[in-house]
Nanobody
Framework: QVQLVESGGGSVQAGGSLRLSCTAS????????MGWYRQAPGKEREMVAL???????TYALSVKGRFTISREGAKKTVSLQMNTLKPEDTAVYYC?????????WGQGTQVTVSS
């Protein structure tokens, strides 16, 4: 059983920064894809950033150049540094892990950016 525990998030003014972290615990896993998705009210969940098994990142166009994804802690912790935040970044952010053919989700953490 894999569990994803998220931390970070909160409220910030436009132009500010926040950092999200997510630690996976439970079964052994390696060579997996971890990342972050977000869902704004009335919208579908969308990919924000992924980090692949070789630690190469992939970003949504809307956050490229502003967000940085990284992985540490024996590849069990994934972080998302969010800079130059915009009101349109407001959403619930979900940690995601793909391991052994199964997708796992965190509980979600709210990010609110005010103008």
């Amino acid at each position: 059983q894999v569990q994803l525990v998220e931390s970070g998030g909160g409220s910030v003014q436009a132009g500010g920064s926040l950092r999200l972290s997510c630690t996976a615990s439970g079964s052994q896993f390696s060579g997996d894809v971890m990342g972050w998705y977000r869902q704004a009210p009335g919208k579908e969940r969308e990919m924000v950033a992924l980090i692949l098994s070789d630690d190469s990142p992939t970003y949504a166009l809307s956050v490229k150049g502003r967000f940085t994804i990284s992985r540490e802690g024996a590849k069990k912790t994934v972080s998302l540094q969010m800079n130059t935040l915009k009101p349109e970044d407001t959403a619930v952010y979900y940690c995601n892990l793909y391991s052994g053919g199964t997708i796992y989700w965190g509980q979600g953490t709210q990010v609110t950016v005010s103008s």
